[in-house]
């Protein structure tokens, strides 16, 4: 099992073309998981940005064709190198074709507290009260082998969908740990804002729900534990949904915060 | 007073090269307006995405030197072509500089009802009883030319900072129309989606927060008559400021959502 610094390496070729070793550990079904992906092209940035902007603030990614777990190059370009702030392009290409494409700023991360926040942290039973998501979950469909690596433990209400009764409010909320102990990070992080299962499982909508773009702010370093991470659905209609996620640490402080528009099949 | 249409016209060059002229119209205090700007973008990727694809669903513009209202080029560059979506990066360059780069995706909106919706629209007061905002506000500093193009009516809650007493929720909302009259569409409601003044005035925070990052989404087509928006932040820390804004049209369906990342100077 690749804990996450070793799955999202990449080895520099020079003029900022990486190579990277896609760890199908990181997977949903048989799909890399899109915020993994997100964190490989994220760490390539990190190595091409200035060592005064060392954390990735913020990302987009467009998904245009599944990459596979196997040998891919990225290539980033410095679009701007500021005084607060570096701005990159990075694409993730395989057997000579582009599969994502991302725009990235990276900066200086501190754990200092907001200097005023609108938002309260999701609140969430104890870890043990909770649901431990399993990479074999009986009636799934398909095996999602990312739950070996992530430990994510759903509060109660957000798992009726495993016995036919969702909460029908759209809300997928948990507990996330990485597996191997590791603490959190701001590329980890990635991990936890793209969720498994999708809201829409919640609405008793069941199936893929395969990401056309994300995007995703890191606020601040998280503190050591668990993050809770709440997920929730604005709207499905037209074959699409968003999802809008939030991270806090153990402690309660906005780690970062996330949309994503996905393709959905809506019952007829 | 250049219209939006005319405003954001480009010409193509050929080759998904196209040739824009930047109006002053659209401006706040000397920047011209970010979601006019990504409206430009989004007018010359509507051109080059295939005929069964022809509005814009989702833009991410990632903004790094500020534009001047002079000629531009457009550079358009389909990413994937599939069924249901078309994937494209379009560039705004001037005097040969890369000035912002956008991930875009083209779709097919409807007028359609949502199948699940978990948002109810912003409660606002009518618009008669909401305060039009003048583009030369007493105080604040510095014209806003963009206020003679779009009427923009704010609920008189979130006016009390311009009698300094803001009330410390981080949102501004309102009634908003094109003020030659025409209806809105899925590019010039990207000009809604990022409101003047930004959420930080209704916390006593002002001066200029530009946008680094901007997100939108647009979910379906504006039915006739004002639009209702409402910007929110939701944490203001480490000189960054997310806000989130939401379009409603006059019969309550939700048009468009959008997230943006911007730099804030922070009281100390």
Chains 1, 2 share one sequence.
């Not at 064709?65 to 370009?77: K, L, S, W, Y």
């Not at 938002?119 to 999602?144: I, R, S, W």
């Amino acid at each position: 099992m690749a804990n996450f610094l070793t799955a999202t390496a990449v080895e520099s070729r020079g003029d900022a073309r990486f190579e990277a070793e896609l760890d199908p550990q990181w997977s949903v079904g048989s799909r890399l998981h899109g915020g993994y992906l997100l964190a490989v092209l994220g760490r390539a940035a990190g190595l091409a940005a200035p060592d005064e902007h060392p954390h990735l603030t913020s990302i987009t990614g467009t998904f245009l064709t599944p990459p596979e777990p196997a040998q891919a190059q990225v290539a980033v370009e410095v679009l701007r190198a500021g005084r607060g702030v570096t701005q990159l392009r990075a694409q993730l290409i395989q057997q000579g074709a582009l599969r994502m494409e991302a725009l990235i700023s990276q900066g200086r991360l501190t754990e200092d507290d907001a200097w005023w926040s609108g938002l309260e942290p999701v609140k969430l039973p104890p870890e043990a009260d909770c649901v431990l998501v399993p990479p074999a979950a009986p009636g799934a469909g398909f095996p999602v082998p990312l739950m070996d690596v992530i430990e994510q433990r759903l509060d109660p209400s957000s798992v009726g969908f495993t016995v036919g009764d969702p909460s029908r409010r759209g809300v997928i909320a948990g507990w996330q740990r990485l597996a191997d102990g590791s603490a959190w990070d701001p590329l980890s992080v990635l991990v936890a804002l793209d969720p498994v299962p999708p809201a829409s499982y919640d609405l008793g909508v069941r199936g893929w729900a395969p990401t056309l773009s994300l995007t995703a702010y890191i606020r601040r370093l998280p503190g050591p534990g668990p993050l809770r991470v709440r997920l929730a659905a604005t709207e499905l209609a037209g074959d699409r949904m968003d999802e809008v996620a939030h991270a806090w640490d153990a402690d309660g402080r906005l780690i970062a915060q996330a949309t994503q528009l996905a393709a959905v099949r809506l019952p007829t």
